[in-house]
């Protein structure tokens, strides 16, 4: 079946460096791609997302490229904020009988210090 | 920006009895859904619903679970009898159409703990 793999966590990084989180799927055909975002205390927020392959999602500074040759959708970003302190969830958009549902990866927890 | 909320936030029940969380999806979109994290683990699906019908459920979804859209606006999930392992986020989630583009927005999650 569909399934989503992210890099363990946490990743503990220094403010303003560089932030690669991996993401990889196992999927038939090419299902809409996403990375949402849980902050402390409360629920999943949308970041980015790309629904066709070679297309890059961007919001926030962040950025994630759908590669179908590798079957990765990374989520990077240049320089990380405190604020950026999160757990990151990457997940699928897998249709079935023309309804949806995501499938989430384990989620990666990021804790970036000042 | 339009949101989906959830109430309540933390709900704590004893093993056994009922419960019912409660969603207010986006006002335009007609396709809801619910899902669940049980702490430290991976966002599972739960059920989606659309036309007052459950499209599809996955194998965590059984009897005692129920899904309702009760008026134009509240999404419940009920659950009749809880267990300990039903202690878990239950995120809410709508979105637009059911298309493979289409985003799916959350709310901010009910707590559920059972004792």
């Known amino acids: 079946g569909d399934s989503v793999t992210q890099m363990e966590g946490p990743v503990t990084l220094s403010e303003e460096a560089f932030l690669t989180i991996n993401c990889t799927y196992t999927a038939t055909g090419y299902p809409s791609l996403f990375w949402y975002v849980q902050y402390p205390g409360e629920g999943l927020q949308l970041l980015l997302k790309a629904t066709k392959a070679d297309d890059k999602g961007s919001n926030k500074g962040f950025e994630a490229t759908y590669r179908k040759e590798t079957t990765s959708f990374h989520l990077e970003k240049g320089s990380v904020q405190v604020s950026d302190s999160a757990v990151y969830f990457c997940?699928?958009?897998?249709?079935?009988?023309?309804?949806?549902?995501?499938?989430f990866g384990a989620g990666t927890r990021l804790a970036v210090h000042p | 920006e339009p949101e989906v909320t959830q109430t309540p936030s933390h709900q704590v029940t004893q093993m056994g009895q009922e419960v019912i969380l409660r969603c207010v999806p986006i006002?335009?979109?007609?396709?809801f859904y619910w899902y669940r994290q049980i702490l430290g683990q991976k966002v599972e699906f739960l059920v989606s619903?659309?036309?007052?019908?459950?499209?599809?459920k996955s194998e965590i979804f059984d009897d005692q679970f129920s899904v309702e859209r009760p008026d134009g606006s509240n999404f419940t999930l009920k659950i009749r009898s809880t267990k300990l392992e039903d202690s878990a986020m239950y995120f809410c989630?709508?979105?637009?159409?059911?298309?493979?583009?289409?985003?799916?927005?959350f709310g901010p999650g009910t707590r559920l703990t059972v004792l």
């Open positions: 989630a709508s979105s637009r159409t059911p298309g493979g583009t289409d985003t799916q927005y």
């Open positions: 619903f659309y036309n007052n019908e459950i499209s599809e």
């Open positions: 997940a699928l958009l897998r249709s079935s009988g023309g309804y949806n549902k995501l499938i």
């Open positions: 006002s335009n979109h007609l396709y």
